[in-house]
């Protein structure tokens, strides 16, 4: 079936410091992929998304690329804030009958940036 | 607008009661997902409305659990005679369904179930 493995954390960082949170997937069919993020005390949020190889996700200065020949979808951001301090969730989606479908979550990883 | 709504916000009961866990999706949204969150783990996939339907059940763990949903609108989650290991934070996220491309599921704030 299909899974998400992604970096445990906790992962601890200075302001201003290089993110990367790996993640790899293992799917059957051809999925999208997805950062969810979740900060303290509110709801999953989607943070990015692509749907096809080789595409690049972005947004509030996280990247991620799909890479098909690694099967991974790794985050990244040049320079973490304080205020991006949360839990990080990899997921897939694959399409069936050409709906979007459940998503496979990996297990999160806490991020905490110190000031 | 309003988003995803679960009530109860947290629960606690008793090993071998029944609970109700209530969801509120997004008005015009037609598919509807449970998923749940154990200390320590991932989300996991419970169940799959599309409209009043539940075209994938393969996520419910027993058959303790069962959900419903009426009206293409509120759903519930029911856990039957609960065990411990039914802790957790369940979580219902809503979309819009099309034939398209994916289209994002947004999530409730959960409901945090505790059993003692």
């Known amino acids: 079936g299909d899974s998400v493995t992604q970096m445990e954390g906790p992962v601890t960082l200075s302001e201003e410091a290089f993110l990367t949170i790996n993640c790899t997937y293992t799917a059957t069919g051809y999925p999208s992929l997805f950062w969810y993020v979740q900060y303290p005390g509110e709801g999953l949020q989607l943070l990015l998304k692509?749907?096809?190889?080789?595409d690049k996700g972005s947004n509030k200065g996280f990247e991620a690329t799909y890479r098909k020949e690694t099967t991974s979808f790794h985050l990244e951001k040049g320079s973490v804030q304080v205020s991006d301090s949360a839990v990080y969730f990899c997921?897939?989606?694959?399409?069936?009958?050409?709906?979007?479908?459940?998503?496979?979550f990996g297990k999160g990883t806490l991020l905490t940036v110190n000031p | 607008g309003a988003g995803v709504s679960q009530s109860p916000s947290n629960k606690v009961t008793e090993k071998g009661k029944d609970v109700e866990l209530r969801c509120d999706p997004i008005?015009?949204?037609?598919?509807l997902y449970w998923y749940r969150q154990r200390l320590g783990q991932g989300l996991e996939f419970l169940i799959y409305f599309q409209g009043n339907s539940a075209p994938d059940k393969s996520g419910l763990p027993s058959d303790r659990f069962s959900a419903e949903r009426t009206g293409e609108s509120v759903s519930t989650l029911t856990i039957q005679r609960t065990q411990q290991e039914d802790s957790a934070v369940y979580l219902c996220?809503?979309?819009?369904?099309?034939?398209?491309?994916?289209?994002?599921?947004?999530f409730g704030p959960g409901t945090r179930l505790t059993v003692l």
């Open positions: 692509a749907t096809k190889a080789d």
């Open positions: 997921a897939l989606s694959e399409t069936r009958g050409g709906s979007n479908y459940k998503l496979t």
């Open positions: 996220a809503s979309s819009l369904a099309s034939v398209a491309a994916y289209n994002e599921q947004f």
């Open positions: 008005s015009g949204h037609t598919a």
